[in-house]
């Protein structure tokens, strides 16, 4: 007979394949009766789904990690949704300010914007609720990936509302964007924002000279993979770069795991 605590955590470790599915068959559900009807008013949810299902996945995956819920459901909602409207109303507002005064933006200079913006929520919650958040290095990975995926779906609305609007209403040159957005999110915002939380978290644990250079370290690195992925671009740079940033994610929360494993956390 299997112990109930087993059972739940066996169940928080696969519940992503539950959020996956669920979302895919509204999205489906939505898309068919928008592509039978016409009905524009359908549009934003379409847009909406498309842009959250797989990021919301993700972030399923990387809470279950542990084999435990590390943060509830509100509070997880709420860095999403929060540190992802945070983050890229802080980046358009830096990126514009900088493109009026240079002409350009290099993308290592939108890498440095976008990646400081996505921090702003989670440094947030340090400093005011640090005594809740700080004792636990994989909730402050999961943080950062639930801030990271915020921002990706909303970047990805936009462009998909974008294309809508160039295409002249065409479903599915929106469809498109969401489909290549979405997919490849995880491996980026959520990933790099994931990779730097990690090294901010190791900090605020241990405020050592060692991990403050190893924070400084995981943001330099977080951007040099975001501008890699925007200046280079293409499916090569994609695989790569995404295939370096989940494998270093994964080994966080697989460090994170023994490290919260040793030390008595309160709940």
């Known amino acids: 007979m299997i112990h109930p605590m087993t059972a739940q955590q066996v169940a928080r470790r696969w519940a992503w394949i539950g959020t996956f599915l669920i979302g895919a068959a509204l999205y489906l559900l939505v898309l068919g009766v928008l592509t039978d009807t016409g009905n524009p008013n359908l549009f934003p949810t379409m847009i909406l789904l498309g842009a959250l299902v797989v990021p919301l996945t993700f972030v399923t995956f990387a809470a279950g990690r542990s084999g435990r819920w590390l943060i509830d459901g509100p509070t997880l909602g709420g860095c999403l949704l929060f540190g992802g409207v945070v983050g890229v109303v802080v980046a358009g507002l830096l990126e514009y300010d900088a493109m009026r005064r240079l002409g350009t933006l290099p993308m290592v200079r939108v890498g440095l914007i976008e990646e400081a913006a996505k921090l702003v929520v989670p440094a947030i919650l340090v400093v005011f609720f640090g005594h809740r958040y700080r004792v636990s290095l994989g909730k402050g990975i999961v943080i950062g990936v639930a801030v990271g995926t915020g921002f990706a779906v909303?970047?990805?609305?936009?462009?998909?509302?974008?294309?809508?609007?160039?295409?002249?209403?065409?479903?599915?040159?929106?469809?498109?964007?969401?489909?290549?957005?979405?997919?490849?999110?995880?491996?980026?915002?959520?990933?790099?924002?994931?990779?730097?939380?990690?090294?901010?978290?190791?900090?605020?644990?241990?405020?050592?000279?060692?991990?403050?250079?190893?924070?400084?370290?995981?943001?330099?690195?977080?951007?040099?993979?975001?501008?890699?992925?925007?200046?280079?671009?293409?499916?090569?740079t994609y695989a790569i770069v995404g295939a370096i940033s989940i494998g270093l994610l994964l080994i966080g929360l697989k460090r994170a795991q023994r490290t919260d494993n040793r030390v008595a956390v309160p709940a």
């Open 154 to 236: 909303l970047e990805t609305m936009g462009y998909a509302f974008v294309a809508l609007l160039q295409s002249g209403g065409n479903v599915g040159a929106a469809e498109q964007t969401l489909f290549i957005r979405g997919l490849l999110s995880p491996a980026g915002h959520a990933a790099w924002t994931g990779l730097t939380c990690w090294g901010l978290w190791r900090f605020v644990i241990a405020p050592t000279g060692k991990h403050f250079l190893g924070f400084l370290g995981m943001y330099a690195l977080a951007v040099a993979l975001h501008t890699t992925w925007d200046g280079i671009g293409g499916r090569v």
